[in-house]
């Protein structure tokens, strides 16, 4: 009897082949023509049913591990091993100023818990409601102002369930766009005579038997449950009390962006007379429930973080987790920071779609934070060190090899750019390696022969309007400095400069800001004779750090930012710990030249 020669191919081909080897090797089936027999159709069974059962085995053993696992109970099931609770749909949020106008002589209103607006914007309209009672103060007669009140997207409902004291009991919420960070839990014993409020927590230190405590965890279906504790660790709700679970429920990211909202109805007796939103915005925040490639990833980590943050990489993890709308974060040492802030850590974090972190931001990461970080450390967060990167590249294009045009050669070039820019940078500590930039630039397209690419890096400063201030910009890399220095007050158009900035208003002239090669940084002008003119020294550049300070500087004019320009001396441009690399959309030029090769 022949032994199988493949054990290992779960293809239906090799396997019918397997069997017909097989059998082939015995004496009664020596010589037998196979196809074209009746024998044929049961060998497509047998190896379809083997085929169907290698397949089926391979998958349950895919799913029996975090990193192969393609379903997502099965990943959920996996991450509740090591007590991560996957992100669910999150409201977006928005702080606002309300007014209100009443005739009543309290000295305050109060806005109900629950109270209704209209967000609007263009055809998009969304209900954002109060997540606590507000109160708004009487400041002049008959005007009541609440300020700061953080208004979220969504509407809330309730769940009910009665204890009957099975053990297999569970508390499923019934909407699968629930916003865990919204959910209040509350059981009614003694036939409503007691009423007792359960909290949220996500630890068993410190939890006893009598602790109105309870606990989240994902559930099949894209579902959340709740967990009460059993009597040992945490109260137990008596049987035939009833839970009564109240959370939002919310349209993730569509509400983002948001900054016009109108109340849906009086409060009380007032009217409201204006919702205006503060110096934070639009309306931001808004997310869909965490993919599951996103939980595979932060699962093993937010397990090893233990709830705590240490290291540097805690930061990152734990506010990943939980706030979608994070990019990235740095933590270091606040002896690192200029000037050094002893016994802090800093934290910089990179929100999506905007390169500010307002205080609102600020102040919810540092209350998640706090708690979880060491007694001795206050976490201080910080807007990262944006450096933006002005790309010019000269691509040349075989017309013989393509039927595109100029304009559709420049829309792949600028395409290939910023995918570079997204699947590269857009983080700290990443690298703009500039082969592999200009490698991309010439594989945007097959026809593309060549390109000639220079790259600057940009970085802005926020200006006092038509106020005088000292400025400093860290661009943390070396700068080029072998353009000679500059010994005379003018000198051509055309020398190259390593600092350079846009055009402001000086004396009533359009000035620049330029280096003259020796430190010095001065505020320049075109003259008639087609050459620069120095006017006056306005800071210095260290081309070794990289640094450059601004004294006594202003625009001019009315700008609230200011763009300076810097050659970096290496082509290879690094971002610290600190400091994100970004190209804009705006600062990337293509200019494109036809050949015929």
């Not at 792949?412 to 983080?427: D, R, Y």
Request: aromatic share 10%.
């Amino acid at each position: 009897m022949a032994a199988s020669k493949n054990l290992t191919t779960l293809d239906f081909q090799s396997i019918k082949q397997n069997l017909k080897e097989y059998l082939a090797g015995q004496d009664t089936f020596k010589d037998y023509d196979f196809e074209a027999s009746n024998i044929n159709v049961l060998l497509d069974v047998l190896a379809y049913n083997t085929n169907l059962n290698g397949f089926y085995l391979n998958m349950i053993a895919n799913e029996m591990f975090l990193d192969s696992a393609l379903l997502r109970d099965s990943i959920i099931s996996h991450a509740k091993e090591l007590n991560y609770v996957p992100r669910s749909f999150r409201s977006a949020y928005a702080k606002v100023n309300i007014t209100l106008t009443d005739t009543t002589d309290d000295a305050t209103i109060i806005i109900p818990r629950g109270t209704s607006f209209t967000g609007t914007e263009g055809n998009r309209n969304f209900t954002f409601t109060t997540a606590e009672n507000i109160q708004a103060t009487n400041t002049t007669g008959t005007t009541f102002v609440a300020s700061d009140v953080i208004i979220y997207e969504g509407d809330y409902i309730q769940d009910s369930f009665v204890v009957d004291g099975v053990s297999t009991k569970r508390y499923i919420a019934t909407n699968k766009t629930i916003d865990t960070n919204s959910l209040k839990v509350t059981v009614i014993e003694d036939n409503g005579s007691t009423v007792l409020s359960y909290k949220k927590t996500e630890t068993l230190f410190g939890i006893g038997a009598s602790d109105q405590v309870y606990f989240v965890q994902a559930a099949e279906n894209d579902s959340y449950e709740i967990l009460f504790g059993d009597g040992i660790i945490g109260r137990k709700p008596k049987v035939n009390s009833v839970v009564l679970m109240e959370y939002r429920t919310c349209n993730g990211e569509l509400p983002n962006g948001i900054n016009k909202f109108t109340p849906d109805g009086k409060i009380g007796t007032a009217t409201v007379t204006n919702v205006e939103t503060t110096f934070d915005g639009r309306a931001s925040g808004g997310s869909i429930p965490e993919s599951l490639e996103s939980i595979k990833f932060n699962a093993p980590r937010a397990f090893t973080t233990q709830n705590r943050v240490v290291t540097a990489s805690d930061y990152a993890t734990l506010l990943k987790a939980n706030f979608s709308e994070i990019n990235d974060v740095a933590a270091y040492g606040g002896e690192e920071f200029d000037p050094p802030m002893y016994g802090k850590v800093i934290v910089a974090v990179d929100l999506k779609n905007t390169d500010q972190l307002p205080k609102l931001f600020r102040d919810k990461y540092r209350a998640f934070i706090k708690p979880r970080s060491p007694l001795s450390i206050d976490p201080v967060f910080v807007r990262p060190n944006y450096l933006y990167l002005s790309i010019d590249t000269k691509v040349k294009y075989n017309i013989t090899q393509t039927s595109l045009g100029v304009d559709d050669i420049k829309a792949l070039v600028v395409s290939a750019i910023q995918n570079f820019n997204n699947q590269n940078l857009e983080g700290f500590n990443k690298t703009l390696f500039f082969s592999k930039l200009v490698a991309a630039i010439d594989g945007a397209q097959d026809a593309i022969v060549s390109n000639d690419t220079t790259v600057k890096a940009t970085q802005f400063i926020t200006t006092a309007e038509l106020t005088r201030n000292n400025y400093v910009l860290d661009f943390d890399m070396q700068l080029e400095n072998d353009y000679g220095k500059i010994d005379t007050l003018t000198y051509p158009l055309n020398r190259s400069r390593a600092v350079e900035s846009e055009s402001f208003a000086f004396d009533g002239d359009i000035c620049f800001i330029h280096d003259d090669g020796a430190g010095n940084l001065n505020i320049v002008r075109e003259t008639s004779n087609n050459e620069w003119e120095i006017l006056t020294q306005i800071g210095f550049v260290n081309y070794i750090t990289g640094r450059i300070r601004l004294n006594n500087f202003t625009t001019g004019d009315l700008k609230t930012s200011f763009k300076i320009t810097v050659t970096p001396k290496e082509k290879d441009i690094f971002s610290q710990k600190k400091s994100i690399i970004r190209t804009l959309d705006q600062d990337i030029k293509v200019s494109i030249e036809q050949v015929r090769l």
